[in-house]
């Protein structure tokens, strides 16, 4: 069971259940949408995902055709996103999360488009574009 919240409180969530494997993405949408050097976000069953917004602050927003991102329009915090393709699978930025999470990233993806002034260390593995299915499975994702 994790909690999550945004930056200013508003939006909160309940997850019962665990969250998927992830990696470090570092694809430039994963940088410009989280405003860092790289994306952390692992899937879930939207079945598992409770959202508590009072405020109705919860905006989407299509960032490519069929891809939408779930923000609070009052912090502009990203919270989760998924694929009108696969609806029934949320995608949670870990940054969110308030309880804590003990699996570790898996690999480093996208390293192509990673941002000049990042230096990645450790022993992580790094593809430049998706990493293969048998390292790390994104569930909810356009990998293919
Ligand atoms: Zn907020
Ligand atoms: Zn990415």
Known sequence: MHKGSCLCGHINYRIEGELSNFGYCHCTSCRKASGSSHGAN???HRSKFELMDPHGW?????SSPG??????????????AYLNS???IIRIRLGSLDTPFTKHAKAHTFVS?????EVIDGDLPQFDEWAPRDILIQTGSRQP
């Open 86 to 88: 696969t609806p029934d």
């Open 58 to 62: 919860l905006r989407e927003y299509e």
């Open 67 to 80: 891809k939408l991102r779930a923000f609070c329009s009052n912090c502009g915090s990203p919270v989760y």
């Open 113 to 117: 488009d990673k941002a000049s002034w």
């Open 42 to 44: 692992a899937g879930l």
